[in-house]
């Protein structure tokens, strides 16, 4: 992967990086040489990197990965330096030094069977991800959003941002934007008039809501915690009903209560499993129509198996369906939606700010369900 990087620095510049090189212990800030992006890549100073609640699990070792890596799958920032052929963006706009831009976290192999036959990018099994399974020993080196500047592969999906579009609204719902235009648009494919559940309220959860309110749904009924995140989501315009799992800890009650929100107690059209517990499975399952939708988001890590009842998918007649993550046309359609999105949600307040060196305060925070969605401010003096 090194062939063709530069060991050339950018006037002799270095970032800081927070690196992952330990599971469990506190993530410190290293320094690296800021390489001369090579023949199509690009080096892009980051401004605002988001913190996922797949940054947790990296963190707890709970995802196969190489170590040592700078963390950040999701970024936002400025081009610092184009390499020799780049000249426009993923979606041919012109593309120049100092442009606000944003990047997909993932470059798919493009010729293994997944990529090129089935013709399902998420698939690939060797494809490239930003702040996961970049190894920071390796050059370039600066392969996560957690850092001043990160090298930007050739090969990598970069947009450049709608004039009308903030870098905080860009980063707002992180890599959980393309998710559910994935799982909810392309895969689920929301109708007018739906009823939909989404069962969890973090950043999956409440992406998942925004895109089905924009496709149509009739009513979006939104089962998450804790009520501090409800009640975000209530005061932008995030869901037509809320349901506290707190206040009602008995999944009986839940279903019975979606139940009653649903026309003529039918059941929803539509389940969105936001949740990344696997005994949600079987809870969404009996929220759902005769004849309706579930779709698996949110089990992005493996936490082992659940019990569930088949019989249901026979009898309702349920369409069980699954979504992994995203690809590059995912992440430009969320591009392509952001203007619609930021008109009608208030995306900034979803953002709490943290200086880089905070990075394992912001971890906290996120795994804990403190805040919505924590952003390190890269650009911020400390
Ligand atoms: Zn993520
Ligand atoms: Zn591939």
Redesign the pocket.
């Known amino acids: 992967m090194s062939e063709g990087i530069s060991t050339n620095m950018i006037a002799e510049s270095h970032s800081r990086a927070v690196v992952l090189r330990a599971f469990n212990v506190p993530l410190a800030i290293e320094s690296a040489p800021v390489p001369e992006p090579g023949p199509g890549a690009v080096v892009a100073q980051v401004g605002l990197a988001?913190v996922?609640?797949?940054?947790v699990h990296l963190h707890h070792g709970q995802l196969p990965i190489p170590l040592p890596i700078i963390l950040g799958?999701?970024g936002v920032g400025r081009v610092q330096r184009l390499g020799d052929g780049v000249a426009t963006d993923f979606t041919g706009h012109s593309l120049r030094e100092g442009d606000a831009i944003a990047w997909s976290?993932n470059i798919p192999c493009g010729h293994c069977h997944w990529c090129v036959v089935a013709g399902e990018r998420t698939l690939c099994e060797t494809r490239k991800v930003y702040g996961v399974n970049q190894r920071f020993d390796e050059l370039p080196r600066l392969s996560g959003s957690w850092a001043d500047a990160i090298y930007l592969q050739p090969g990598s999906a970069i947009f450049r941002l709608p004039d009308d579009v903030t870098p905080e609204q860009a980063i707002a719902l992180?890599?959980?934007g393309p998710t559910a235009v994935h799982g909810v648009i392309d895969v689920t494919g929301i109708t007018a008039g739906d009823t939909v559940v989404v069962q969890g309220s973090g950043p999956v959860g409440i992406a998942s809501a925004m895109y089905a309110h924009l496709a149509g749904a009739a009513r979006v009924i939104l089962v998450g915690g804790p009520a501090s995140r409800l009640d975000l989501a209530r005061e932008i315009g995030v869901g037509d009903a809320h349901i506290d799992i707190f206040a009602f800890p008995d999944p009986a009650e839940r279903v019975r209560l979606v139940l009653d929100a649903t026309p003529g107690r039918r059941g929803a059209d539509v389940v969105l499993e936001c949740a990344g517990a696997p005994e949600a499975v079987a809870e969404g399952w009996e929220m759902a129509r005769r004849g309706g939708s579930f779709l698996a988001l949110g089990q992005y890590t493996d936490r082992g198996p659940t019990p569930l009842n088949p019989h249901l998918i026979t009898r309702k007649q349920l369409r069980i369906l699954g979504s992994w993550g995203f690809a590059e046309k995912h992440y430009l359609g969320h591009i392509q939606a952001l203007p619609r999105l930021a008109a009608r949600f208030d995306l900034s307040r979803l953002i709490t700010r943290y200086p880089l060196e905070d990075a394992n305060r912001a971890l906290a925070d996120m795994a804990a369900g403190r805040v919505m969605k924590p952003v390190l401010d890269v650009s911020r003096e400390s």
Request: charged share 20%; glycine share 28%; aromatic share 0%.
């Open positions: 988001g996922c609640g797949t940054d799958h999701e976290s992180g890599c959980a």
